[in-house]
């Protein structure tokens, strides 16, 4: 509310500025009255009225065009203030898919990395199921040579016995 009062004082000020040149200007035109009411020299209250009434007409003339002029400000500065926003709205929006792009990108990246990922899983398995063939083959192999070391085992032992009753029958023959 205060700013709206210094804003009419100031208006109040600038209408009177205008109203005092024009009165100058103009001087000539009026009558003695008018122009003893100029230099202050006249006290009637009629006379005043006539002559507050006689530039009432060019002040408010005066006024009509400063009020036009601040309503084409207005209009001007809210024609900016609209493509402004247009303006903002169009970075915005700029931004937005700025950034979806650059998400899109990570993503892509992301996805790269993991088919990447998932191909040497796929390799690592497929060496794992050779390591274990190998390892299954390998333990089949050793099984089986157990087996035949057991089974070289029983017959060097069958031998050794054999060996040792011919030996003794040997050593009873020869008493």
Do not use: W
């Amino acid at each position: 509310m205060a700013t709206e009062i210094d804003f009419l004082r100031d208006q109040n000020q600038r209408l009177n500025e205008v109203l005092r040149r024009y009165q100058m200007e103009n001087c000539f035109k009026y009558s003695s009255i008018q122009k003893s009411v100029f230099k202050g020299v006249a006290g009637d209250t009629v006379e005043n009225s006539v002559v507050d009434q006689s530039f009432l007409v060019p002040l408010i003339t005066e006024y009509d065009k400063h009020l036009e002029e601040l309503n084409g400000q207005l209009k001007y500065y809210q024609k900016q203030m609209g493509e402004m926003k247009l303006q903002l709205e169009n970075v915005i929006k700029e931004n937005e898919r700025s950034e979806l792009s650059r998400q899109k990108l990570h993503t892509q990246e992301l996805l790269s990395q993991l088919e990447m990922a998932n191909e040497k899983v796929v390799e690592n398995e497929k060496l794992i199921v050779e390591h274990q063939e190998k390892s299954n083959r390998l333990q089949k192999r050793l099984s089986e040579a157990e087996q035949r070391a057991a089974s070289a085992s029983q017959q060097l032992s069958a031998i050794t016995v054999q060996r040792r009753k011919a030996a003794s029958m040997m050593n009873l023959e020869n008493i």
